[in-house]
């Protein structure tokens, strides 16, 4: 993957250093509160490399995000095909975001996104990209229509890698942006 910077960050592919940040994202009660599961080092270190396999193959993914200012890696933020979700047809591309909960607040998601659903359009050129959340994660949600996704009504669908000893996780709002939607966006 050729890195994609903006103004703040560099977006790329994992390096060997970030694993524990990967781990700690992945196991923070805050930032996996909307997930049923947390991972353990073994289970978080076999996400990271199926991630950084992906990346290598597809030249994008859910990619590490880099501060400019420092090198800290702050989580992830990127694109990769939506997989188990069946009202989606297969080829559709998700976008999604994880960062440690001391780089929240900082428009870190949203200005990464925006770089991402450029490269989505310009580069892979797509007809769309979605994303989706739990029903009541308003932070997610809220980058999600910072970016200019819409919700799609009647969209809202169970998640199945969700269990049912959770059923408060289960139900998942479905927001897509189109890439006509997003060239009148940004080129008005």
Same mark, same amino acid.
């Given at each position: &993957?050729?890195?994609?910077?903006?103004?703040?960050?560099? $977006?790329?592919?994992?390096?060997?250093?970030?694993?524990?940040?990967?781990?700690?994202?992945?196991?923070?009660?805050?930032? &996996?509160?909307?997930?049923?599961?947390?991972?353990d080092r073994a289970a978080s270190d076999a996400l990271?490399?199926?991630?950084?396999?992906? +990346?290598?193959?597809? !030249?994008?993914?859910?990619?590490?995000? @880099? $501060?400019? *200012?420092?090198?800290?890696? #702050? !989580?992830?933020?990127?694109?990769?095909?939506?997989? !188990? #979700?069946?009202?989606?047809?297969?080829?559709?591309?998700? +976008?999604?975001?994880?960062?440690?909960?001391?780089?929240?607040?900082?428009?870190?998601?949203?200005?990464?996104?925006?770089?991402? $659903? *450029?490269?989505?359009?310009?580069? $892979?050129?797509?007809?769309? +990209?979605?994303?989706?959340?739990?029903?009541?994660?308003?932070?997610?949600?809220?980058? &999600?229509?910072?970016?200019? &996704?819409? @919700?799609?009504?009647?969209?809202?669908?169970?998640?199945?890698?969700?269990?049912?000893?959770?059923?408060?996780?289960?139900?998942?709002?479905?927001?897509? #942006?189109?890439?006509?939607?997003?060239?009148? *966006?940004?080129?008005?």
């Amino acid at each position: &993957m050729n890195p994609i910077t903006t103004d703040r960050l560099i $977006l790329r592919n994992w390096e060997e250093r970030e694993r524990g940040l990967f781990h700690r994202i992945n196991c923070d009660e805050k930032v &996996m509160e909307f997930f049923p599961f947390r991972r353990d080092r073994a289970a978080s270190d076999a996400l990271f490399d199926r991630l950084r396999d992906e +990346i290598s193959r597809l !030249g994008y993914g859910f990619a590490a995000a @880099e $501060l400019k *200012s420092d090198g800290a890696c #702050i !989580g992830f933020i990127g694109l990769r095909p939506a997989v !188990g #979700i069946p009202s989606l047809p297969d080829g559709t591309v998700e +976008i999604g975001w994880r960062l440690a909960p001391e780089f929240w607040g900082k428009s870190y998601a949203t200005e990464a996104a925006c770089a991402w $659903l *450029s490269f989505g359009f310009e580069t $892979l050129h797509l007809e769309e +990209i979605v994303s989706f959340a739990v029903w009541n994660n308003a932070r997610s949600i809220a980058v &999600m229509r910072r970016i200019g &996704m819409r @919700e799609i009504v009647g969209g809202d669908f169970d998640h199945p890698g969700v269990p049912d000893t959770h059923p408060w996780l289960k139900r998942h709002v479905l927001y897509r #942006i189109a890439s006509a939607d997003w060239r009148r *966006s940004v080129h008005p």
